[in-house]
């Protein structure tokens, strides 16, 4: 362990040029111009990936249930599932 110690205690701390706009820890990767079309891209997926599984979990319990208001239930979700669409590939 103490050789780990001893490699990070001597990294060096100057840094190029290109470095300005970033932080030590990281910071500044967010302030890139395609971060806000990734990250809504991104989001959506999410949202997409979430609202078919719920939708699965919706249909099997209309099947079970077998009562109109579990079928409009499930059949409301399919109508928001199919106006999100699919998941989005970058590009």
């Known amino acids: 362990m103490r050789d780990a110690d001893d490699r990070i205690r001597n990294v060096p701390t100057d840094r190029s040029p290109d470095d300005e706009t970033l932080g030590p820890a990281g910071e500044g ?3 890139t111009h395609l971060h806000p079309t990734y990250e809504a891209m991104a989001l959506r997926n999410d949202l ?3 609202l078919e599984e719920t939708l699965a979990g919706a249909r099997a319990w209309a099947r079970a249930d077998d009562t109109d208001e579990a079928r409009a239930i ?3 979700l399919a109508v928001i ?3 999100l669409g699919e998941t989005l590939e970058p590009g």
């Open 81 to 83: 599932h199919e106006r």
């Open 29 to 31: 990767v967010t302030e």
């Open 74 to 76: 499930a059949d409301a």
């Open 48 to 50: 997409a990936r979430q």
